[in-house]
């Protein structure tokens, strides 16, 4: 019965969002207030049901169902719980469907707590966020049904790929999808201002928190992907410029630059148009990027095998959306008044820089992305990596980093500099300190990690400027926001360069007793056993890792082999150990074993990496996303209504 | 505003986009990566005999006339195992075979040729995988069509299957 209430559900939750549409479109072309008092609860009811019928999509998973087909294709009996709760949404019906939610969920949230807009940009905005759910819906309902019986219900199911089978990933694609849909919220809110005309401060301060919130999730969700990259495919990097890393990273970037372009909508009333734009451009994205991991456009990991049938779906879907908003865009845009002058220098011309900057790493990360279908469909095979990213987007990315330095110590509308100049001789020193002190000690680095580690120790300083001479209980919280972000920005930075320019590696044959020196530690390969774990065997390798000053430390990474299931292959995986020191990080994989000709023990191929700073970068991004925390509770006022609450009710206590 | 058009530029730029994506997904995906070697001659190779009692094989000896198969091989691999018949079958049909055993000791392979048949005319020893690499061959089984001249003309990756025997003949008998 779960499968046919969860069904039923999700074709309520479709018929919500109908009524949301129409509704709400008959309001604005001039029906009575009723039509609009509709759109707000129906909104709500939308997204608890589609929360209700995702909940019981789970509760199949939990009780391993294997009559429904889902469940029998993605799971299996034997798995530990908490990934086959993770099996939910790691296939592509799955994940669809928790797409959706969050999608209606993001409704529902605009419906209860926005009350700063005008009702008609409101009911505009929920109806665009309706219409964006009812495609898919159309496309979960007709083309991909999760709650499909199967006539014959197996013994068994086919189990989830081992790969995905760790438990920072079971979180990882929900985080990133939040952030993805997120962006949704503000692509509605575009298109609603651009129906009712209602572009100026109010509408950016409402989207505002919307936008950070999404970023937030999209950078935790890129940090813990980026991390589960480095420690679960045993290869040691942590970002490899793959398709799918670079579609989660485009609409990234698309939240950067909004969120600094909204600031400068919602403080000066400039740079509306390109403001909107930013806003549909975002999520239009998120679906692009989705739609290339899914439709098997780029061959991944990522990709859940999807029929052409589906991609055309989605395909047709997106176009409607993305072309609707950007036509509606160029109709109304140029309606739009010119916002605020100011010049360049100041607040709004760095943030202007840091929008233009911003856009073109997004523009050349999606060309070199789409290059390899482009190039396709000229006959030719190409494949486009680091080498490229590296050096189209890195030194624009330092370069963006140096506005990031001056944009915080100008003021709106025109600044004589004079803050920039006594605050930036000290940021300026520090870089310079760095500068010399790699030249002399560093040996020989790139140039890129040079001027990473560089800029990095001017950004570091001149984060923490715009603090300077303000009393720090006083200082509102989305100024420290950008603080610690900034600040992030700098670690983060600090980590990749230092990562790159000192790197050590080692990979060896060893036999145990076999002792290797990688940077500081001299290692030894104590020798193999073998393990079992809830559904995998493995091998384990024992490493005493000691370093120079003599404390040692054991490692144990592992060989694991996940049998196969219903007649598959079985599957091997490695797990590296990680040993986390204050600088940096040695990383361990065991390979496999090389026979020994005359008959003594077996050697293992071991690798080693020493990896200075490397966690960094991961505390960079939780930095990161801390900072747009503190500014987003900021925004949303929430301590702000708190307070008038609070005082309102100490103004009843004492009236008469 | 000065110029209105400037705004129909995303659109414009979209329509691109979504351009390629249709163009995309109306052409069928293509899964098998083209050797590079095909229609190439047969790399320079000098192999010594694989086990007792055979011939070795020299890439010279592969230009002979007669459009042949070179079967990549080995003892310590299952899938060769199941290949054998479908091969004993091309063999039965009048198709010259040459063989190139991989990573193989002269025991094991004169052991896997009593179990499981010889339809080898001469069997190369390759213990590097050097002649392997070279071949851009990535596995074991793999089989190439040769033509009378030495020119590789097709590289069948994985088993042959019984229903690909009658295909594999016609096309050898087409090279001649």
Excluded at chain 1, 519 to 526: E, L, Q, R, W
Excluded at chain 2, 32 to 40: A, G, M, P, T, Y
Excluded at chain 2, 97 to 107: F, L, S, Y
Aim: with cysteine.
């Amino acid at each position: 019965m779960i499968a046919e209430l969860g069904l039923a559900l999700l074709w309520m939750a479709a018929a919500l969002a109908c009524l949301s549409l129409v509704a709400g479109t008959l309001f604005l072309r001039g029906g009575s207030r009723d039509l609009a008092a509709l759109v707000r609860p129906a909104s709500v009811a939308q997204g608890v049901l589609t929360a209700a019928a995702f909940g019981l999509l789970i509760a199949l998973f939990v009780r391993s169902d294997m009559s429904v087909e889902l469940v029998a294709r993605n799971s299996n009996s034997l798995k530990p719980m908490i990934f086959k709760i993770a099996g939910t949404w790691g296939n592509h019906e799955g994940s669809m469907l928790l797409w959706l939610m969050i999608l209606s969920l993001s409704g529902a949230l605009i419906a209860i707590f926005e009350r700063r807009l005008r009702e008609d940009t409101l009911v505009a905005t929920l109806a665009a966020q309706a219409a964006l759910s009812l495609g898919f819906f159309a496309f979960l309902l007709f083309s991909s049904n999760p709650f499909n019986r199967l006539p014959v219900a197996p013994p068994d199911g086919q189990g989830l790929n081992p790969l995905l089978q760790d438990i920072g990933l079971a979180f990882h694609p929900p985080t990133l999808y939040v952030g993805y849909v997120g962006l949704s919220v503000a692509f509605s809110f575009a298109v609603g201002a651009l129906i009712t005309r209602e572009i100026g401060p109010a509408f950016a301060r409402a989207m505002r928190p919307w936008v950070l919130g999404s970023w937030i999730f999209l950078t935790l969700g890129i940090t813990a992907g980026s991390y589960w990259a480095y420690y679960e495919l045993g290869w040691g990097g942590w970002w490899f410029w793959d398709p799918v890393e670079n579609v989660s990273l485009i609409p990234w970037l698309a939240g950067a630059a909004l969120l600094h372009s909204v600031a400068v909508t919602a403080t000066r009333n400039a740079l509306r148009a390109w403001t909107v734009m930013l806003a549909v451009i975002g999520f239009s994205m998120s679906m692009v990027g989705t739609f290339i991991v899914r439709s098997g456009l780029l061959t991944s990991v990522h990709s859940f095998a999807v029929d052409p049938e589906r991609g055309t779906f989605l395909l047709a879907l997106m176009a409607i959306y993305i072309g609707g908003a950007l036509t509606l865009f160029a109709l109304r845009a140029g309606s739009v008044a010119e916002g605020k002058k100011f010049a360049l220098l100041s607040r709004e011309g760095s943030l202007v820089i840091n929008n233009l900057l911003l856009t073109t790493i997004l523009a050349l990360v999606l060309l070199g992305t789409l290059y390899p279908i482009v190039a396709e469909a000229m006959g030719e095979k190409i494949s486009v990596g680091p080498p490229y990213y590296n050096k189209v987007a890195g030194p624009l990315a330092l370069a963006l980093c140096l506005v990031m330095v001056t944009g915080p110590l100008l003021s709106w509308r025109k600044d004589d500099g004079r803050k920039l100049w006594s605050r930036l001789p000290l940021a300026a020193f520090a870089g310079a300190l760095v500068l010399v002190l790699l030249v002399i000690f560093g040996g020989k680095v790139g140039i890129l990690p040079l001027l990473g580690m560089t800029v990095a120790g001017v950004v570091a300083v001149a984060s923490l400027a715009p603090l300077w001479g303000r009393n720090l209980l006083r200082t509102p919280l989305p100024t420290w926001g950008m603080v610690v972000a900034h600040f992030g920005v700098a670690v983060c930075l600090a980590g990749m360069g230092a990562e790159s320019a000192f790197i050590k590696e080692r990979l060896v044959a060893a036999a145990p007793g076999d002792v290797v020196k990688v940077g500081d530690f001299s290692v030894k390969f104590v020798g193999v056993k073998p393990i079992a774990g809830p559904n995998y065997t493995a091998i384990e390798g024992l490493l005493v890792a000691t370093t120079s000053s003599g404390s040692s430390f054991a490692m144990r990474p592992e060989a694991r082999t996940f049998p196969g299931l219903m007649g598959t292959a079985p599957t091997e995986t490695n797990e590296a150990a990680l040993l986390t020191r204050p600088g940096g990080q040695l990383y361990a994989v065991l390979g496999q074993p090389v026979p020994s000709d005359d008959g003594t023990a077996d050697r293992y191929q071991i690798r080693l990496w020493w990896k200075p700073l490397v966690w960094w970068i991961w505390l960079g991004g939780a930095l990161i996303a801390i900072g747009a925390t503190l500014s987003m509770l900021g925004r949303a006022q929430l301590l702000a209504i708190w307070r008038a609450r609070r005082a309102r009710k100490a103004q009843e206590r004492f009236a008469p | 505003m000065k110029n209105r058009w400037v705004l129909f530029v995303p659109l414009a730029i979209m329509g691109l986009l979504f351009g390629a994506f249709v163009y995309r997904l109306v052409t069928p995906a293509e899964t098998l990566i083209q050797s590079q070697w095909i229609d190439k001659p047969m790399p320079l190779f000098d192999l010594p005999p694989a086990t007792v009692g055979v011939q070795g094989l020299k890439s010279s000896q592969l230009a002979d006339g007669r459009p042949r198969l070179v079967n990549v091989f080995a003892s310590w691999c299952i899938p060769c195992r199941a290949e054998a018949p479908q091969l004993e079958a091309l063999k039965a049909a009048g198709v010259p075979i040459d063989g190139i055993a991989i990573r193989d000791r002269p025991d094991d392979v004169a052991m896997f040729l009593r179990e499981y048949g010889n339809p080898f005319d001469r069997i190369g020893s390759d213990m590097q995988s050097s002649v392997q690499i070279a071949l851009g061959s990535s596995g074991v089984p793999e089989t190439f069509l040769i033509d009378g001249k030495g020119i590789i003309r097709e590289q069948i990756q994985g088993v042959i299957l019984a229903d690909q025997v009658p295909g594999i003949i016609a096309k050898l008998e087409a090279m001649k």
